[in-house]
């Protein structure tokens, strides 16, 4: 498994920015791919985006548009910057990683990060 590590969340108002980090611990970085999900108080995680080992791209439809994930294999993070934030983007953001296909099932992933809050007042 693999080591991750969130950063970046906090409170915005609406219609602001925010951008994600997530550092993961292995040498072999590159040949993962990295998801972002997120879940609200009450309800079930879902997924957000992710980016495979080849940097293609997926994204919810609540989402895209918005959102946008990137990885620095150099520096083994995957990014989420979020723009256009809404209250309905109030979640945990949890980074999650699993080997080369990209995915998004919360269950295909091994290894997940410990979860950071974004708050989006109105």
């Known amino acids: 498994q693999v080591q991750l590590v969130e950063s970046g969340g906090g409170l915005v108002q609406a219609g602001g920015s925010l951008r994600l980090s997530c550092a993961a611990s292995?040498?072999?970085?590159?040949?993962?791919?990295m998801g972002w999900f997120r879940q609200a108080p009450g309800k079930e995680r879902e997924f957000v985006a992710s980016?495979?080992?080849?940097?293609?791209?997926y994204y919810a439809d609540s989402v895209k548009g918005r959102f946008t994930i990137s990885r620095d294999n150099a520096r083994n993070t995957v990014y989420l910057q979020m723009n256009s934030l809404k209250s309905e983007d109030t979640a945990v953001y949890y980074c999650?990683?699993?080997?080369?296909?990209?995915?998004?099932?919360?269950?295909?992933?091994?290894?997940w990060g410990q979860g950071t809050q974004v708050t989006v007042s109105s």
């Open positions: 999650a990683a699993r080997l080369f296909k990209a995915s998004m099932t919360p269950s295909d992933f091994d290894s």
């Open positions: 292995t040498r072999s970085f590159s040949n993962y791919a």
């Open positions: 980016v495979n080992w080849a940097t293609v791209t």
